[in-house]
């Protein structure tokens, strides 16, 4: 059982930063792929990226430009570096984590942090 532990929300004015962080413990296989989903008020859950390693993520159209992912597979973190925030983006952040073994493909979830950004 993975259990992810998210850090680094908060309030923001328009065209701030913030860096949330993800750690992921109790894995015993490797861990695929991190990511970060988001959740605003009356919406659904969507992606907001996901990594794998180096060079090799993905981000949804909303986001392109202004997020960075950042993983350290030794560490089973991931960072989500946000910069120049919209009051859009306003919506609680899940970590997302993905194991893939033979049988089936594992997805664990953090609690959620909440991310604020004010006009």
């Known amino acids: 059982q993975v259990q992810l532990v998210e850090s680094g929300g908060g309030t923001v004015q328009s065209g701030g930063s913030l860096r949330l962080s993800c750690t992921a413990s109790?894995?015993?296989?490797?861990?695929?792929?991190m990511g970060w989903y988001r959740q605003a008020p009356g919406k659904q859950r969507e992606l907001v990226g996901i990594?794998?390693?180096?060079?090799?993520?993905f981000y949804s159209d909303s986001v392109k430009g202004r997020f960075t992912l950042s993983r350290e597979n030794e560490k089973n973190t991931v960072d989500l570096l946000m910069n120049n925030l919209e009051v859009e983006d306003t919506a609680v952040y899940y970590c997302?984590?993905?194991?893939?073994?033979?049988?089936?493909?594992?997805?664990?979830w953090g609690q959620g942090t909440q991310v604020t950004v004010s006009s």
């Open positions: 990594i794998r390693g180096p060079g090799n993520s």
């Open positions: 997302n984590a993905v194991v893939n073994r033979i049988e089936r493909t594992y997805n664990y």
């Open positions: 109790g894995s015993e296989n490797r861990i695929d792929v």
